[in-house]
């Protein structure tokens, strides 16, 4: 008998794949998912990916998968980024200050009154930021990151998360900071009305992946 390779795609309205480390890594393809992949868009439509990484625009990660002659449709690509536009518009905040790296287009980074910072990643905090920070404890209204995960666990290697950027921040602003990634249940919001309210899976490599799927009634996937 021959062995299945990957769950009867057919059975769920919508599949969620992450991207980081389960269908790319540094922006790479992880080349013996791509025929999971393949499978999941021959047989749905309904095909979303989400990632809390704000390192990448829609475009260039759907330039990845165009190198391997896979088209993923813009829309269904969720980053960091439009969580960032998404929650910052229905705030009415337009004046962030960006910790880290990110793609925002409809919004500058101003460091002048900032009424949001917004952390991404970064893998080095200047101290020089954190007096900055300091000195906007009473003029910021809000903190918001995409990540908050403690370290990202790659092909039996341990890299550090954004938790650290994240906790130095919070210190520095002394707020707490409102997460707009995975494990949240924010990123629904971008997604159809229907999922997890129809046969949904999640495709993912971490535990926020999975948490994710629980908190929105999906199946999920380890890769
Ligand atoms: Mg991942």
């Not at 990845?64 to 813009?74: Q, R, S, V």
């Amino acid at each position: 008998m021959q062995k299945e390779v990957a769950p009867s795609f057919s059975n769920y309205d919508y599949i969620i794949f992450d991207l980081d480390n389960t269908l790319y890594h540094r922006g790479k393809p992880i080349k013996e998912r791509m025929s999971l992949l393949r499978k999941a868009l021959s047989m749905s439509k309904k095909v979303f990916f989400l990632t809390n990484s704000a390192a990448r625009t829609r475009a260039q990660i759907q330039g990845i998968f165009l190198n391997e002659g896979i088209e993923l449709a813009l829309s269904h690509i969720i980053t960091g980024n439009e969580l960032i536009e998404a929650y910052t518009k229905e705030k009415g905040l337009n004046r962030p200050y960006i910790v880290g790296s990110a793609h925002i287009t409809s919004l500058g980074n101003s460091r002048e009154k900032p009424d949001v910072v917004v952390v991404t990643y970064l893998p080095v905090l200047k101290t020089e930021v954190l007096d900055d920070l300091k000195k906007l404890r009473d003029s910021v209204d809000e903190l918001i990151c995409v990540d908050k995960s403690a370290y990202l666990p790659t092909d039996g290697k341990v890299r550090c998360g954004s938790y650290w950027l994240v906790k130095a921040v919070e210190d520095a602003l002394g707020k707490e900071c409102t997460l707009l990634g995975k494990p949240s249940t924010y990123p629904a919001k971008l997604l159809p009305p229907d999922v997890g309210k129809k046969p949904t899976l999640v495709i993912g490599d971490s535990s926020s992946d999975e948490a994710f799927a629980k908190k929105i009634n999906a199946e999920f996937m380890a890769v």
